[in-house]
Nanobody, 126 residues
Framework: QVQLVESGGDLVQSGGSLSLRCAAS????????IGWFRQAPGKQREAVSC????????NYIDSMEGRFTVSKDYAENSVYLQMNNVKPEDTAIYYC???????????????????WGQGTQVTVSP
């Protein structure tokens, strides 16, 4: 059974750091890509970043460059999103998801991805 479980969301002050985890089960991450998405209140869900089966990273938000880093831990079958120097505009529910693609080509549009975790809330205070 395919399952994705996010954790690590919290209330943090602007400029602080968070590490989000996406634990996968039912499949192995060495073959498939995982995307991170977020949805802020009143806004559409948007792609944040994706890491392919081979470990290549694609980022989708210019403002995250130099602040967010995505990585895999094959032993834990988990993907991490390290968020540094967070800003109030990063406040959102963060989701991980997979479409069982080997690369990240389709992850720019959340509609191409069909297996989602339940999400974890990140709130950044000014």
């Amino acid at each position: 059974q395919v399952q994705l479980v996010e954790s690590g969301g919290d209330l943090v002050q602007s400029g602080g750091s968070l590490s989000l985890r996406c634990a996968a089960s039912g499949f192995t991450l060495d073959a498939y890509s995982i995307g991170w998405f977020r949805q802020a209140p009143g806004k559409q869900r948007e792609a944040v970043s994706c890491i392919s089966g081979s470990g290549s990273v694609t980022n989708y938000i210019d403002s995250m460059e130099g602040r967010f880093t995505v990585s895999k831990d094959y032993a834990e079958n988990s993907v991490y999103l390290q968020m540094n120097n967070v800003k109030p505009e990063d406040t959102a529910i963060y989701y991980c998801a997979t479409g069982f693609y080997s690369d990240c080509f389709y992850y720019g549009d959340p509609q191409n991805v069909h297996y989602w975790g339940q999400g974890t809330q990140v709130t950044v205070s000014p």
